[in-house]
């Protein structure tokens, strides 16, 4: 049974920064990719960025320049910087692994962006 275990959420002030983290347990096997998504109250769940084994990233065009991704796939961890936050960026975040046909979900993090 995989397990994906976030951390680093919080409350931060409008232009602040925050690092979250996911560690994956329960296998022995690489990632092919790992990422984040974020949902807000009322909205859908949205792909905040990924990184695949090979190293490229990808990010929402809201994110570009402000947050940065990295991990080891083959560590099966990977972790999220976000800087310049801003009230929107606030959501529940959700770290996912891929491997093969399956994609596993972490139990989400409260990350509240707000004066």
């Known amino acids: 049974q995989v397990q994906l275990v976030e951390s680093g959420g919080g409350l931060v002030q409008p232009g602040g920064s925050l690092i979250l983290s996911c560690a994956a347990s329960g296998t022995g096997f690489s990632a092919s990719a790992m990422g984040w998504y974020r949902q807000a109250p009322g909205k859908q769940r949205e792909l905040v960025a990924s990184?695949?084994?090979?190293?490229?990233?990808n990010y929402a065009d809201s994110v570009k320049g402000r947050f940065t991704i990295s991990g080891g796939n083959a560590a099966n961890t990977v972790h999220l910087q976000m800087n310049s936050l801003k009230p929107e960026d606030t959501a529940v975040y959700y770290c996912y692994r891929d491997f093969l046909q399956r994609r596993d979900w972490g139990q989400g993090t409260q990350v509240t962006v707000s004066s």
């Open positions: 990184i695949l084994s090979g190293g490229s990233t």
